[in-house]
């Protein structure tokens, strides 16, 4: 009879193999005693949504030296939480943060619930992170279902059905193998799993604790699961954006609408993104194609930047605004921007 695959032995190879992550608190101080920041594991599943840990341990990092707390993070100025964002993407994550802030603060006396449905009502949070901060902040015995534990679950019961469909199936397999005790430890285990060990490509069979009970182990499909449906082909879009420079140095640039793309963070001024986009310089001025095209890809479409620059002298601009050199970083921007940047200063001979 084939082993069955228990959260036992998850659990002891985690004990010995768990990922040493800032935002973490170890197999051994759990043990211990030691209990897990809401805030921290909060702040780390947001800016893990859609993107790597790699990615996302100096920002981590750079936040809880800021905003150690919760409260911290609340009184910030908007400006400064965006540009410290800058080139984590998705930036609706930024400002739902700092509104979740506030209302843990304002509403919750700084505590975070501990309940999922509780958690859910805060800005920003959905199933799955509402299901990630009662587990591991709270050790409730919630299910954690990312693209890591999909992958485990496939596998394990040798799913053959594509994703995304398959999703309601590998949910309901990974309930069934949720403990009650220890379901923090047990839901960051599965993830160290698919991350270190059942990865895309080249899983290590040889060594996972649940290499006996797999069924596409067994099967020898395991390299080929969870299957896909093919993915569809990301329009292209086009545009123009536009680097302008007063005669004292300063940058022009806007500040993009809270809503949409890339939503309150500082840009360079352009167009819209579209099949036929209409030249929109935000003053006059001689624009001046600089002949190199910028070129960044989104979830949804690959874009296009004609980037045009000017000397703007002492012209003040119909939209946007100054900013002093001094006070200009290009790691506020977004990387779309940063990259138009690292076009422009050419024009400007800025080193």
Same mark, same amino acid.
């Given at each position: 009879m084939r082993e069955t695959a228990s959260a036992e032995t998850l659990l002891s190879w985690y004990d010995s193999h768990a990922r040493d992550l800032p935002?973490?608190?170890s197999p051994s101080d759990r043990k211990a005693g030691v209990e897990p920041d809401p805030y921290r594991v909060w702040l780390s599943e947001i800016m893990l949504q859609q993107t790597t840990v790699a990615a996302v341990k100096e920002y981590f990092?750079?936040?809880?030296?800021?905003?150690?707390?919760?409260?911290d993070l609340a009184a910030a100025n908007d400006g400064d939480v965006m540009a410290a964002w800058a080139g984590l993407g998705y930036y609706a994550r930024a400002r739902?943060?700092?509104?979740?802030?506030?209302?843990?603060?304002?509403?919750h006396g700084g505590v975070f619930p501990e309940n999922r449905d509780e958690l859910q009502k805060l800005p920003g949070i959905g199933?799955?992170?509402? %299901?990630?901060? &009662?587990?591991? +902040?709270? $050790?409730? /015995?919630?299910?954690?279902?990312?693209?890591?534990v999909e992958r485990v679950m496939a596998r394990l019961h040798n799913v053959e059905t594509p994703l995304p469909s398959a999703k309601p199936e590998l949910t309901a397999l990974a309930v069934g193998h949720t403990p009650t005790q220890r379901a923090?430890?047990?839901?960051?285990a599965v993830m160290d799993l698919g991350a270190t060990i059942?990865?895309?490509?080249?899983?290590?069979?040889?060594?996972?604790?649940?290499?006996?009970?797999?069924? %596409?182990?067994? &099967?020898?499909? +395991?390299? $080929?699961? /969870?299957?896909?449906?093919?993915k569809q082909v990301k329009p292209t879009r086009l545009g123009f954006a536009y680097v302008g420079?007063?005669?004292?140095?300063?940058?022009?640039?806007?500040?993009?609408?809270?809503?949409?793309?890339?939503g309150g963070m500082l840009g360079w001024p352009g167009s819209d993104w579209s099949e036929t986009p209409?030249?929109?310089?935000?003053?006059?001025?001689?624009?001046?194609?600089?002949?190199?095209?910028?070129?960044?890809?989104?979830?949804?479409?690959?874009?296009?930047?004609?980037?045009?620059?000017?000397?703007?002298?002492?012209?003040?601009?119909?939209?946007?605004h100054y900013v002093n050199h001094r006070d200009f970083k290009p790691s506020d921007l977004p990387t779309v921007m940063r990259k138009v940047f690292d076009v422009a200063r050419h024009s400007f001979a800025v080193d």
């Amino acid at each position: 009879m084939r082993e069955t695959a228990s959260a036992e032995t998850l659990l002891s190879w985690y004990d010995s193999h768990a990922r040493d992550l800032p935002w973490r608190i170890s197999p051994s101080d759990r043990k211990a005693g030691v209990e897990p920041d809401p805030y921290r594991v909060w702040l780390s599943e947001i800016m893990l949504q859609q993107t790597t840990v790699a990615a996302v341990k100096e920002y981590f990092l750079k936040f809880t030296r800021l905003w150690p707390t919760v409260s911290d993070l609340a009184a910030a100025n908007d400006g400064d939480v965006m540009a410290a964002w800058a080139g984590l993407g998705y930036y609706a994550r930024a400002r739902n943060l700092l509104k979740c802030a506030r209302v843990v603060t304002q509403d919750h006396g700084g505590v975070f619930p501990e309940n999922r449905d509780e958690l859910q009502k805060l800005p920003g949070i959905g199933p799955y992170t509402s %299901a990630a901060i &009662a587990a591991i +902040a709270f $050790d409730a /015995p919630e299910t954690v279902v990312d693209g890591n534990v999909e992958r485990v679950m496939a596998r394990l019961h040798n799913v053959e059905t594509p994703l995304p469909s398959a999703k309601p199936e590998l949910t309901a397999l990974a309930v069934g193998h949720t403990p009650t005790q220890r379901a923090g430890d047990y839901a960051q285990a599965v993830m160290d799993l698919g991350a270190t060990i059942c990865t895309p490509k080249n899983p290590a069979c040889g060594i996972c604790p649940w290499r006996n009970p797999c069924t %596409a182990r067994h &099967a020898g499909t +395991a390299p $080929d699961l /969870p299957r896909k449906l093919p993915k569809q082909v990301k329009p292209t879009r086009l545009g123009f954006a536009y680097v302008g420079r007063r005669a004292d140095g300063a940058w022009l640039l806007e500040r993009r609408p809270d809503k949409g793309l890339l939503g309150g963070m500082l840009g360079w001024p352009g167009s819209d993104w579209s099949e036929t986009p209409e030249p929109l310089p935000p003053c006059t001025g001689e624009w001046i194609e600089t002949g190199v095209e910028v070129r960044h890809t989104f979830t949804h479409f690959h874009l296009r930047l004609t980037v045009l620059t000017a000397d703007l002298g002492e012209i003040e601009p119909d939209r946007g605004h100054y900013v002093n050199h001094r006070d200009f970083k290009p790691s506020d921007l977004p990387t779309v921007m940063r990259k138009v940047f690292d076009v422009a200063r050419h024009s400007f001979a800025v080193d």
